[in-house]
């Protein structure tokens, strides 16, 4: 198992586009959740999901953000009308289910850029 | 809410030397979990060490322990003989057994984060 990916690595985008991530968790985790993280801060939760369902989202997330696990497998993270300040690194973790103190694997992220 | 709180924007410390990263969070709550996840340059963010909230003793990995005060809500790391590869953004999270909704969640809420330079 090579671990969680995210596809793309990298994604430049003008202003009002939208765009779309993906993520792959590890196989036989059921547990996925994206976060935030903007230069100089931790990473802020954005959502998570256990196999398709999800199960939580941050009310700081705005309307144009949304995120699907069809399947309960890959995930992806779309954001719609993209603006300069959803410039920030993506990332994605996993982990499987059971108690609170399981570890979350992450992926190496999506840095987006809106000009 | 919880939060948590690193105050130490950048540390430093020799190779070999002994390094300690602050962190403290405010919480209500008295079951939760306590993670220090290292970030190194451009790679993925990996886990350090836990520690459970109920369990009093402190955790150690290898060279790395936490100094857990509960009721000071601190939860320092220590890293013992430091080593080039320590070198790395490390970050402080919570994770609560609970949502504001009451149901089970599994985010983590980070620190701002602490920048270790080690050198040689």
């Known amino acids: 198992d090579t671990g969680v990916s995210q596809d793309p690595r990298h994604k430049i985008t003008k202003r009002g586009q939208n765009v779309t991530f993906r993520c792959d968790p590890i196989s036989e985790h059921n547990r996925l959740y994206w976060y935030r993280q903007t230069l100089g801060q931790g990473p802020e939760f954005l959502t998570y999901f256990q196999n398709e369902a999800q199960l939580e989202k941050s009310r700081l997330l705005s309307d144009r953000f949304s995120a699907e696990r069809p399947k309960g497998s890959f995930s992806t993270l779309e954001i719609q009308r993209t603006e300069q300040g959803d410039s920030a690194m993506y990332l994605c973790?996993?982990?499987?289910?059971?108690?609170?103190?399981?570890?979350?694997?992450f992926g190496p992220g999506t840095r987006l850029t809106v000009l | 809410a919880q939060t948590v709180t690193q105050s130490q924007p950048e540390m430093s410390v020799q190779e070999a030397e002994t390094v300690t990263l602050s962190c403290t969070y405010d919480?209500?709550?008295?079951?939760?979990?306590l993670f220090w996840y290292k970030q190194p340059p451009s790679r993925q963010m990996i886990l350090v060490i836990r520690?459970?909230?109920?369990?009093?003793q402190n955790a150690t990995e290898n060279r790395f322990s936490v100094n857990f005060q509960k009721a000071a809500k601190s939860f320092s790391l220590k890293i013992s003989d430091s080593q080039l590869g320590d070198a790395a953004m490390y970050f402080c999270a919570y994770r609560s057994p609970r949502s504001f909704y009451g149901g089970a969640t599994n985010k983590l809420i980070f620190g701002t984060g602490t920048l270790l330079a080690v050198q040689p």
């Open positions: 973790a996993s982990s499987p289910s059971g108690g609170g103190g399981n570890e979350q694997f």
């Open positions: 520690q459970e909230a109920y369990k009093q």
């Open positions: 919480t209500s709550e008295s079951d939760y979990y």
